[in-house]
């Protein structure tokens, strides 16, 4: 099937873009029959492609769950491929289908040359990425305003409990509440550093550590040589602002990654560390 440089005015990423610019970049695409059950990509890779859904029909999977069905003219995991962020998703051809796809290094290398319609393509792709941000946050509160009804409840539950006759499961109700409302604290949420916001540990031998999330209570690091739960440890938090100094119990050791539960900072270190987290999560909020 051959398509028209116009009739990719329907796609979000390509609005504002002349058909003479489009055309030009159908050119550097290239045409891919897939028969039905074909993949075109697996969750946990990397993206190599930008794919545009020409003819037929790709179903996005996700854990052996079907999320979406894409029918032409549709990108595929297009976020993905400009972003660099690894599939979280498997594409699969469900009938005979046609997409036009581009290596991302050629993609990436037209838009140096053709700095026409890379402005804006990215634009666009801004403007997506932004309205997306701004949906999930909207969900979010949703959410956070259902946690804090359900924490409330939890509360009153444990209350009206303890306050009656006690029976042979009041412990195991009031242990139960007790962990969820306990584990549902706002400082046990995590937040990962941006790479803009480099965030790691040193340890006593110099070692660098990276934290892949980290709230005010707790850090997860990539590693930690030695450490084993409810081991005491110790190191230096550094920041782009700064260091803190911290110690801490180990929670959890796995193959994900380190927890570990924090002391009490100081005054000084704790609006440090409130600073930095800050930062983080402004990164996920659009004002």
């Known amino acids: 099937m051959t398509i028209r440089p116009a009739d990719l005015h329907t796609i979000p990423l390509f609005e504002g873009i002349t058909e003479a610019h489009l055309a030009e970049l159908l050119e550097a695409f290239e045409r891919v029959t897939l028969q039905p059950g074909d993949v075109l990509f697996e ?128 412990k195991l109700v009031c242990d139960t509440l007790d962990d969820l409302i306990e584990h549902n604290r706002r400082g046990h949420y995590m937040v990962t550093p941006a790479y803009a916001l480099s965030t790691c540990v040193r340890l006593d031998t110099g070692m660098l550590v990276p934290v892949s999330a980290m709230s005010d209570g707790c850090l997860k690091l990539v590693r930690l040589p030695g450490a084993a739960p409810g081991s005491e440890v110790s190191f230096v938090l550094v920041i782009p602002t700064g260091e803190i100094p911290m110690s801490g119990k180990v929670r959890q050791v796995s193959d994900e990654g380190v927890i570990v539960d924090l002391d009490l900072l100081i005054d000084e270190y704790a609006k440090k560390l409130a600073e930095h987290l800050t930062r983080v999560q402004m990164l996920d909020f659009v004002v």
């Open 43 to 170: 969750a946990g890779t990397e993206p190599r492609h930008f794919l545009l859904l020409v003819r037929g029909e790709v179903t996005l999977e996700q854990e052996g769950e079907a999320r979406f069905r894409l029918s032409p003219i549709a990108p595929i995991g297009e976020l993905g491929a400009i972003t660099g962020l690894y599939r979280n998703t498997r594409a699969v051809a469900t009938e005979a289908s046609e997409v036009y796809r581009i290596g991302v290094v050629a993609l990436l290398r037209f838009f140096e040359s053709h700095g026409d319609v890379a402005f804006p393509f990215y634009h666009n792709l801004v403007k997506i990425v932004a309205d997306k941000v701004h949906r999930d946050i909207m969900r979010l509160e949703v959410m956070r305003a259902n946690l804090i009804r359900t924490q409330k409840a939890m509360k009153e539950l444990r209350s009206s409990v303890l306050e009656a006759e006690e029976t042979p499961i009041s």
